[in-house]
């Protein structure tokens, strides 16, 4: 994600430093718990309902919703010319593409399976930023990375060797998370102009076009007649909560917290989704799904969070005045 510019975020630490810290954990809570959940809800929405006539709805709501709060604290909408460019390709990338594939893939595996798929994403992202970002492959890095292919392997092995087994939904969950982690190195690469909470409408809003008329050009509208009381619940939930208030949530977490503390987050993601799904669509919890879903939070731990529980090493002399920020 870009980093946050909440102008809370630039108040003096001392006026705040009790309330920011208390603010930022239930965010944190409140982020796990509704992006967690939010892979059962969608698994029920597209049970019922066209994939693409799915997203279509969550890209309007979404979108909306996040320009009301752009305007409701001031914001202009209108989009810098340097910015409109790199805009249209990470939307497509960041958005676009992690919206279809995850909605689609949804529609093939159990969304608990899912959910640890999607959440690969870290571990993606840091193995491009090593190329686009110029950081180091680290010794941790390499590790996270064998644990969270180690999952996926456990998680498609079985696929592949089933019967009639379909590993389709895998690869598309898994399209999704490389798309994800690509869109995430791009918004951090790019010098943006705009506050994050407008970045983030207009990314809905571009990633959204190309979904919303293949909605209307192939999909089936008509589906939302379909809907059962479950898939209704399932499609206003997704529409309005992950896709409002969680991006909202997300920027403001980044703006109170370090980024490592930020990651926490990330890691309780999968498991309230594994757990969630067993519990609200009845998916069983295979010792598999466990182990894969160990492996990919441990992962994600060494690569997000222990660097920055180990001392650091001095930085040499010579070291270049940007990097030795980082």
Same mark, same amino acid.
């Given at each position: ?138 010794? $941790?890095? +390499?590790? &996270?990375?064998?644990?969270? /292919? %180690? @999952? !996926?392997? =456990? ?7 089933? *019967? ?39 990314? $809905?809003? +571009?990633? &959204?076009?190309?979904?919303? /008329? %293949? @909605? !209307?050009? =192939? ?7 379909? *809907? ?49 799904? %067993? ?11 466990? *182990? ?35």
């Amino acid at each position: 994600m870009a980093q946050a510019t909440d102008s809370a975020s630039q108040a003096p630490a001392a006026s705040s430093s009790e309330q920011l810290p208390r603010q930022g954990f239930f965010l944190l809570a409140s982020l796990a718990f509704f992006w967690g959940t939010n892979w059962p809800a969608m698994k029920l929405a597209v049970i019922d309902m066209d994939p693409w006539t799915f997203r279509a709805i969550c890209f309007i709501a979404g979108a909306g919703g996040l320009m009301l709060v752009a305007r409701a604290r001031s914001l202009s909408l209108r989009i810098p010319p340097a910015d409109l460019k790199p805009l249209i390709l990470t939307a497509l990338i960041n958005v676009t593409c992690w919206q279809i594939f995850s909605a689609f893939g949804l529609t093939l595996m159990a969304a608990g399976r899912a959910s640890i798929i999607a959440f690969t994403m870290p571990l993606w992202a840091s193995i491009l930023s090593v190329v686009f970002l110029r950081e180091r492959m680290t010794a $941790l890095r +390499i590790v &996270g990375l064998a644990l969270g /292919l %180690a @999952a !996926l392997a =456990i998680l498609l092995i079985p696929e592949f060797g089933r *019967l009639g087994g379909t590993p389709w939904g895998a690869a598309m969950m898994l399209a999704a998370a490389i798309c994800w982690a690509i869109g995430t190195v791009m918004l951090k690469a790019i010098p943006w102009r705009m506050d994050t909470i407008q970045l983030a409408a207009w990314q $809905l809003a +571009i990633g &959204g076009v190309p979904v919303i /008329l %293949a @909605a !209307l050009l =192939i999909g089936d509208p008509a589906s939302v007649m379909d *809907l059962t009381t479950p898939g209704a619940l399932g499609v206003i939930y997704a529409a309005l909560i992950p896709m409002i208030y969680c991006h909202w949530a997300w920027f403001r977490i980044v703006s109170l917290f370090p980024a490592n503390v930020a990651a926490i987050g990330t890691l309780a993601i999968p498991v309230v989704g594994v757990f969630s799904s %067993a519990l609200i669509l009845g998916e069983p919890l295979a010792g598999a799904d466990l *182990l894969a879903l160990s492996l990919v939070v441990a992962g994600l731990f060494i690569v997000l969070v222990l660097p920055s529980l180990l001392p650091q090493r001095p930085k040499a002399r010579t070291a270049d005045p940007v990097s030795s920020r980082r």
